[in-house]
């Protein structure tokens, strides 16, 4: 008996999500960033106690004047919901969301150190591991 094999020409050998990931020391933290593009988001972790932490969500609205920048509002899904962790969520990834073309961003926050230094060197890691 013969056995068929049929090929999809429509199915492409590429995973279903990308990810990347890298450990760089920020102001003398080990720092773990983790970011993985799925279709209708982008995930990115960021984390210093190697847990998720605070589960934040980015999402851009077109405003009528500037279509080019949307706002971006940020809503806490899991955590402690405080002014600086909104604060925090769009500093670091804001530019994620333009990049991707206005893509969603779901941000896993848990940082030792909060300096304006450590957010800028973060930004730096985050953008190393482009994957949008």
Known sequence: MESCHLKDSTMEARPIVTSKQKV????????QVVCT?????????????GKMGTLVSLE?????N???????????LLGQ???????????????VSQEAGNRPIL?????????????????EVIRSCQVW
Do not use: M, W
């Open 66 to 76: 500037d279509i080019c920048k949307p706002a971006i509002s940020t809503r806490v």
């Open 24 to 31: 760089e020391v920020v102001c003398g933290v080990p720092t």
């Open 60 to 64: 851009p609205s077109v405003v009528a």
């Open 81 to 95: 919901d405080e002014p600086l962790i909104h604060v925090f969520a769009k500093n670091l990834v804001t530019f």
């Open 107 to 123: 941000l896993a926050l848990a940082l030792k150190d909060k300096s304006v230094e450590g957010v800028r060197a973060l930004k």
């Open 37 to 49: 593009a799925f279709s209708s988001h982008i995930l990115v972790v960021v984390t210093q106690y």
